[in-house]
């Protein structure tokens, strides 16, 4: 059963959490690697050096719309496939993310908990919650 009056809380310390960690995670490509090192270790997998920008940018401005609960369910969906990009090239490096060039337990976790954020909701103190569409009836202002 889930407790009505508090469960907002929850969603909201979940949202928090997770957005600090899509921030996190663009801030150590732009400060400990650099974009032109980002950019070239995505050229070293086969990736498009071109994508180093627009997939920090993805993760930092959808990490600061998460923590602020503008729109952050969609925008939680929408950073899943960065993230499964990422647990692709972490994937052969087995489960640990500690291990030699990461595991893919980290991506795993930002996938999972991007999802749960979507299927929830944005939860207490969203700036803006209201869905971007609706099927069927219309949602109540």
């Known amino acids: 059963m889930i407790d009505q009056n508090s469960a907002p809380y929850g969603v909201f310390l979940l949202r928090v959490s997770l957005g600090a960690m899509w921030i996190s995670h663009a801030l150590l490509k732009f400060v400990v690697f650099t974009i032109p090192g980002f950019a070239g270790y995505l050229g070293s997998l086969g990736f498009p050096v071109a994508l180093?920008?627009?997939?920090?940018?993805?993760?930092?401005?959808?990490?600061?719309?998460?923590?602020?609960?503008?729109?952050?369910r969609h925008v939680a969906l929408l950073l899943i496939p960065v993230m499964a990009?990422?647990?692709?090239?972490?994937?052969?490096?087995?489960?640990?993310?500690?291990?030699?060039?990461?595991?893919?337990?980290?991506?795993?976790?930002?996938?999972?908990?991007s999802f749960a954020l979507w299927l929830i909701?944005?939860?207490?103190f969203a700036l803006r919650?209201?869905?971007?569409?609706?099927?069927?009836?219309?949602?109540?202002a």
């Open 52 to 72: 180093a920008w627009p997939i920090f940018l993805a993760e930092l401005i959808g990490g600061i719309l998460i923590v602020t609960g503008v729109y952050a």
């Open 85 to 113: 990009g990422a647990m692709s090239v972490h994937i052969p490096n087995g489960w640990v993310f500690s291990a030699a060039n990461g595991g893919w337990e980290y991506p795993a976790f930002l996938i999972a908990t």
């Open 121 to 124: 909701g944005d939860g207490a």
């Open 129 to 140: 919650s209201r869905p971007l569409f609706f099927i069927g009836r219309p949602v109540n």
